[in-house]
């Protein structure tokens, strides 16, 4: 394990360590302790190893201002089938108790679970076969499309073309696979983790909701990105809006005002937090800057999304059909993304796929025994 390593240790245990100290004023110290340490992350030279490190200590030093800065967890936070306040708890249900809070960014089971989740019927087993199934599934397509990408010269990061070199249909195509290839790979991790945990009696089927929304109802920017892709940076970038919104400037809570002040907040937040990633392997203010902006643009057009639905409603317009919708939040993503995928791509992206996937030995079998076949 590299510096970063142990620093990224370090931020995770004092993390825990500062969540699980009783409530006080001097609790907020911890924070420019964490403060420190992240600062001293960006201190060494680039590794490219570090993109994911860097986005997870962005995220959780974010997660930490919400859990020292704004709130006493142990005073407005609750977990479901917990028996006896924290304060009673002794330090090592405390440390277990602020653990599982830090980790668990959706907050399921907490009294800050965030909505919508859609949680599973089955019985353990049957969740088990269903969850592996799954995974096999996704894991065959997501190394096809490996195959794909390695071939795809807007995936080389050395140097590669414009995601729309070859006109916008190529630039959708290029979009779309980027999409599935990250959001496969999570899908997997969760599936096989969740499959692991209700298999060995650690936890339920229902501890462990869809990592990702119903796909058939993301009729909206805003429905793509409240409810269809992952929450897990909910929590994360939700804190210091509300804070912002409801003690600083005093907003009512549940006015347009404050709803918009959190919005763009959190997709600052969650550009930062993205951004951190390309900064520890490049270096780069333009990448950042890109990479902020993009997240922010998201921001800007769900709040054009509702001036054109509190308009459409006020001139008496019907519901919009389906496809139309699916086609608008279609053309979007594809237009936009670009901005922030080519600079992961430059960052990161490559490194997470097989030098040759199954597919290929699949083929190069198929070669080798074609010949033979013939001959026969």
């Not at 340490?37 to 995220?59: G, N």
Request: glycine share 6%.
């Amino acid at each position: 394990m590299g510096s970063i390593g142990i620093l990224f240790v370090l931020f995770i245990l004092l993390s825990v360590t500062a969540i699980a100290s009783k409530p006080s004023p001097q609790r907020k110290l911890f924070f420019l302790v964490l403060a420190a340490l992240y600062a001293s992350l960006f201190a060494f030279p680039t590794e490219e190893k570090a993109f994911q490190i860097a986005i997870c200590t962005t995220a959780l030093l974010g997660y930490a201002s919400d859990l020292i800065l704004f709130s006493e967890p142990q005073i407005s936070l609750r977990r479901e089938r917990q028996r006896k306040p924290v304060c009673e708890m002794a330090l090592p249900e405390r440390l277990y108790w602020a653990a599982s809070l830090a980790f668990d960014w959706r907050g399921v089971q907490w009294s800050c679970e965030i909505p919508n989740l859609q949680r599973s019927h089955l019985p353990r087993w049957a969740f088990v076969k269903s969850k592996l199934c799954r995974a096999l599934v996704f894991y065959l397509i997501r190394d096809i499309a490996f195959f794909c990408i390695q071939r795809n010269p807007a995936f080389n990061r050395i140097d590669g073309e414009r995601f729309g070199a070859h006109g916008f249909l190529w630039q959708t195509w290029n979009v779309l696979i980027y999409w599935f290839c990250v959001g496969a790979s999570m899908y997997i991790a969760h599936s096989v983790a969740s499959a692991f945990a209700v298999a060995t009696g650690l936890s339920e089927p229902r501890d462990w909701p869809d990592f990702f929304g119903p796909w058939l109802r993301t009729t909206t920017v805003r429905r793509f990105w409240g409810k269809s892709w992952h929450q897990m940076m909910r929590r994360p970038v939700t804190g210091a809006g509300k804070y912002l919104a409801r003690n600083v400037l005093k907003f009512r809570a549940g006015s347009a005002l404050s709803s918009y002040t959190q919005l763009y907040i959190a997709f600052l937040l969650s550009g930062i937090i993205h951004a951190a990633g390309d900064w520890m392997v490049m270096r780069s203010i333009t990448s950042a800057r890109l990479t902020i902006e993009y997240f922010v643009m998201q921001a800007m057009v769900i709040t054009v999304e509702d001036m054109v639905i509190a308009a459409a409603k006020k001139f008496g317009i019907g519901r919009i059909p389906s496809f139309v919708s699916y086609a608008w939040v279609m053309w979007w993503m594809a237009w936009s993304s670009p901005v922030w995928i080519e600079t992961v791509i430059q960052a990161e992206f490559s490194r997470g796929m097989p030098s040759v996937t199954h597919f290929q030995r699949l083929l190069n079998l198929w070669d080798i025994n074609r010949p033979v076949g013939s001959a026969i």
